[in-house]
Nanobody
């Protein structure tokens, strides 16, 4: 069983910063891609940022230049540094990881989500 546990959400004023972290634990060989998604009530979940095992990244257009995704393969963690936050960034943020649980077989896992609220 693999678990993803997020931390770092909270309330921040517009223009502020937050850093989200997600740690994977359990029994597995390695982690392929990792990412962050967000969702607000009544809207579809959207990809915020994605990072491959080799460190290649991509971002939603709405967060480019403001958010930075990074990972520590030794610690099995992924982080999302969010700067210049806007009210429209308010959402539940969830991390995801594609985990190689045995040779030739990978499964996608999700964290429980953490609330980010941007408001004055």
């Amino acid at each position: 069983q693999v678990q993803l546990v997020e931390s770092g959400g909270g309330l921040v004023q517009p223009g502020g910063s937050l850093r989200l972290s997600c740690a994977a634990s359990g029994r597995f060989f390695s982690i392929n891609a990792m990412g962050w998604y967000r969702q607000t009530p009544g809207k579809q979940r959207e990809l915020v940022a994605h990072i491959t095992s080799g460190g290649s990244t991509n971002y939603a257009d709405s967060v480019k230049g403001r958010f930075t995704i990074s990972r520590d393969n030794a610690k099995n963690t992924v982080s999302l540094q969010m700067n210049v936050l806007k009210p429209e960034d308010t959402a539940v943020y969830s991390c995801t990881a594609n985990v190689r649980v045995r040779v030739g077989y990978s499964i996608g896992y999700w964290g429980q989500g953490t609330q980010v609220t941007v408001s004055s």
